[in-house]
Nanobody, 110 residues
């Protein structure tokens, strides 16, 4: 069973940046796509971005502000989030091969 662990969340002021990490217990990211989602309590989970090989796709709400990078040697994919706004506040999850992490909280507030 693959384990995915997110980290890097925290409290940041509007306009600030954070980088989230998703570490997999197995080398799956070369074969399977990986997606970032976010969820606010009481709302549906929202797709944020997907990466597979060298192709990255982003939701319109984050396009131009978020980027993805990866370190295959570390089985890690990063979500660099810039120009964060209060509406980006959510629990962020990574998912791949049908497995999900437990999430990392991002709070954007002054």
């Amino acid at each position: 069973q693959v384990q995915l662990v997110e980290s890097g969340g925290g409290l940041v002021q509007p306009g600030g940046s954070l980088t989230l990490s998703c570490i997999a217990s197995e080398n799956i990211f070369k074969t399977f796509s990986m997606a970032w989602y976010r969820q606010v309590p009481g709302h549906e989970r929202e797709w944020v971005a997907t990466t597979q090989n060298s192709v990255n796709l982003f939701a319109d709400s984050v396009e131009g502000r978020f980027t993805i990078s990866r370190d295959d040697a570390k089985n890690t994919i990063y979500l660099q989030m810039n120009s964060l706004q209060p509406e980006d506040t959510a629990l962020y999850f990574c998912a791949s091969k049908g497995f999900w992490g437990q999430g990392t909280q991002v709070t954007v507030s002054s």
